[in-house]
T-cell receptor, first 112, second 114 residues
């Protein structure tokens, strides 16, 4: 089955700096890669996703890049703000209607 | 649009007891998922329903876990008997039709087994 590895497990940045979280996946058939943000006591919330026919996608301060050959994808957050502090999860699946395999999460702390 | 509803939000039981969780997906969503999230880990899929049929339950410990989705709307997940290692947050998610539809998650039920 699919295996997703995520790192780092914790990341602290100063407000205004950029943050990068990286994931690798094992199943070359995976073609859908969402990123979720989970705040304390809440369920994960989708913040951005990318399909395998696209190399990069941007949404305001958030961007995701995908390298299918190397089977890795990354989340980039620019101009970080304290409200970006949360746990971020990457995931992979064959289409979103199939089961998601999640990474182990990254605790992002943005220091004011 | 109302989100995915789950209850209870918290549950504390002793090992060998039974427990049930309830989920109400977003109206019109045909696909419903139950995930187990152990502290410090990512969610792990337990079971996926399409309407009232099971699509994937390969990671559901069927000797103690059961789930149903009667009438293709609400769903319940049951654990009987519970073990200490079942302590986790149980997340319900739903998604609409289509190949790339977003999964919307509920707030989860935090289960503590003593």
């Amino acid at each position: 089955g699919e295996n997703v590895e995520q790192h780092p497990s914790t990341l602290s940045v100063q407000e205004g700096d950029s943050a990068v979280i990286k994931c690798t996946y094992s199943d070359s058939a995976s073609n859908y890669f969402p990123w979720y943000k989970q705040e304390l006591g809440k369920g994960p919330q989708l913040i951005i996703d990318i399909r395998s026919n696209v190399g990069e996608k941007k949404d305001q301060r958030i961007a995701v890049t995908l390298n299918k050959t190397a089977k890795h994808f990354s989340l980039h957050i620019t101009e970080t703000q304290p409200e970006d502090s949360a746990v971020y999860f990457c995931a992979a699946s064959i289409g979103s209607a199939r089961q998601l395999t999640f990474g182990s999460g990254t605790q992002l702390t943005v220091l004011p | 649009e109302a989100g995915v509803a789950q209850s209870p939000r918290y549950k504390i039981i002793e090992k060998r007891q039974s427990v049930a969780f309830w989920c109400n997906p977003i109206s019109g969503h045909a696909t419903l998922y139950w995930y187990q999230q152990i502290l410090g880990q990512g969610p792990k899929l337990l079971i996926q329903f399409q309407n009232n049929g099971v699509v994937d339950d390969s990671q559901l410990p069927k000797d103690r876990f059961s789930a149903e989705r009667l009438k293709g709307v609400d769903s319940t997940l049951k654990i009987q008997p519970a073990k200490l290692e079942d302590s986790a947050v149980y997340l319900c998610a739903s998604s609409g039709q289509g190949h790339y539809n977003e999964q919307f998650f509920g707030p989860g039920t935090r289960l503590t087994v003593l």
